[in-house]
């Protein structure tokens, strides 16, 4: 059984589409959700889907390794980031190369780095006069937003879009090929295990 964990900081709606997607698959098990956020959305979901859920802070998660020898220990075969605020830690990124996914609303590399996340990615969109968003399914490196593209898909920005209406779109795209794009990065894996 191939097992997957989720990092969310948010309201958890791709969490919940990917937990919906792999709910009636034997081969694969969301086995956790990890959040920095204990107010978040997320993890009223988690619960919904009986997956357990680890909180951890700032110091936990960049002073020291626990979450890193957990995962190590659980045996995790795939980390998916969506909407996780933070920046990996460089020995978390380092123990699973290749291993760690992230979503990000807007077609990389514009409009990514730091501080480019959520409702601040739509509006600088559309401050640019940007005719088209999308998404970026991408490997995660040591940057933020900089490791290799997997897929992307986009949408048109009408003159008339304001963040609000963009952000409705973007969205729209995460929930259609987050899931199905996590379980062929997956689906590689075990390629990459016969070989
Ligand atoms: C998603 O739009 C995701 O692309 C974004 O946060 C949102 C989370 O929504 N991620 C980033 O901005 C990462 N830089 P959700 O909590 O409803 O899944």
Redesign the pocket.
């Known amino acids: 059984k191939r097992s997957i964990v989720i990092f969310?900081s948010?309201?958890?709606?791709?969490?919940e589409k990917i937990a919906e997607y792999f709910a009636d698959r034997s081969d694969v098990e969301i086995s956790l959700i990890l959040s920095n956020n204990p107010k978040a959305g997320?993890i009223e979901r988690a619960r919904r889907y009986h997956i357990p859920v680890l909180l951890f802070d700032r110091t936990g998660f960049y002073q020291t390794d626990q979450v890193t020898s957990l995962l190590q220990k659980q045996g995790v075969d795939l980390i998916v980031l969506?909407?996780f605020?933070w920046l990996m830690p460089v020995p978390l990124v380092q123990a699973f190369p290749n291993r760690i996914v992230?979503?990000?609303?807007a077609l990389l590399p514009k409009f990514g780095g730091k501080g480019?996340?959520?409702h601040f990615?739509h509006e600088a969109v559309v401050g640019a006069g940007e005719t088209e968003s999308g998404i970026t399914i991408h490997f995660v490196n040591e940057q933020y937003d900089e490791g290799q593209v997997i897929f992307q898909a986009t949408c048109p920005v009408e003159p008339t879009d304001d963040a609000e209406a963009v952000a409705r779109k973007?969205?729209v795209l995460?929930h259609r090929h987050y899931p199905r794009v996590v379980d062929e990065v997956l689906q590689r894996l075990d390629l990459q295990y016969e070989l």
């Open positions: 969310a948010g309201s958890g709606s791709n969490v997320v969506a909407g605020m992230n979503i990000h609303p480019m996340y959520g990615v973007v969205q995460e």
